[in-house]
């Protein structure tokens, strides 16, 4: 089945930093791809998508490329501030079910960032 | 404001008593999924909706769990004689005809 693998944290990062938090993904057929953030206590946000090879998703400053040839969705973010401080998922979601289909959202396990002054 | 709400924010319960939590999905959309999120984990797929019909359960949802959503709008995730198992934050998401899908802020149950 579909699966998504992301570099383990916690992170830690000086204010301006620059940050790349990985993953790849496993998937059957052509997944479009995503990055939710989640602030303590909070649901999660959608971050950033992108829904085709070589497209580049990109909000607040982050940024992140489908690259289909290594099965991977890399957030970068080039000046990373305290307000930064969460944690990050990456997701995929293709079409699938046998009701007609649905969007299954699968999730990696998330990445802790902690941004210091 | 127009998103996602869930209700309550927080539960604690004891073992065995049952529990029912509340999702209001943004008006018009007719999906509607429910996740749990354990503590350093991703959010796990339980179930699906599409208006009020319920399409798709995880083999996550056991017979404990029941998820209705009666007149294609809010929904409800009720857990009977719940075990200590059951904590942690249930999510539920909506979403229109497209691949984004859109959180609910969670209910977190304590089971104690």
């Known amino acids: 089945g579909d699966s998504v693998t992301q570099m383990e944290g916690p992170v830690t990062l000086s204010e301006e930093a620059f940050l790349t938090i990985n993953c790849t993904y496993t998937?059957?057929?052509?997944?479009?791809l995503f990055w939710y953030v989640q602030y303590p206590g909070e649901g999660l946000q959608l971050l950033l998508k992108?829904?085709?090879?070589?497209d580049k998703g990109s909000n607040k400053g982050f940024e992140a490329t489908y690259r289909k040839e290594t099965t991977s969705f890399h957030l970068e973010k080039g000046s990373v501030q305290v307000s930064d401080s969460a944690v990050y998922f990456c997701a995929l979601s293709a079409l699938t079910g046998n009701s007609g289909g649905y969007q299954k959202v699968t999730f990696g396990t998330g990445t802790k960032l902690q941004v210091i002054p | 404001d127009t998103g996602v709400s869930q209700d309550p924010r927080h539960k604690i319960t004891k073992r065995g008593q049952n529990v029912t939590f509340r999702c209001d999905p943004i008006s018009e959309h007719n999906r509607l999924y429910w996740y749990r999120q354990t503590l350093g984990q991703g959010p796990e797929f339980l179930t699906y909706f599409q208006n009020e019909a319920q399409l798709e359960k995880s083999r996550l949802l056991s017979d404990r769990f029941s998820a209705e959503r009666p007149k294609g709008s809010f929904s409800t995730l009720e857990i009977q004689r719940t075990e200590q198992g059951d904590s942690a934050m249930y999510l539920c998401?909506?979403?229109?005809?497209?691949?984004?899908?859109?959180f609910g802020p969670g209910t977190r149950l304590t089971v104690l």
């Open positions: 998401a909506s979403s229109p005809r497209s691949d984004e899908q859109f």
């Open positions: 992108a829904t085709k090879a070589d």
């Open positions: 998937a059957t057929g052509y997944p479009s």
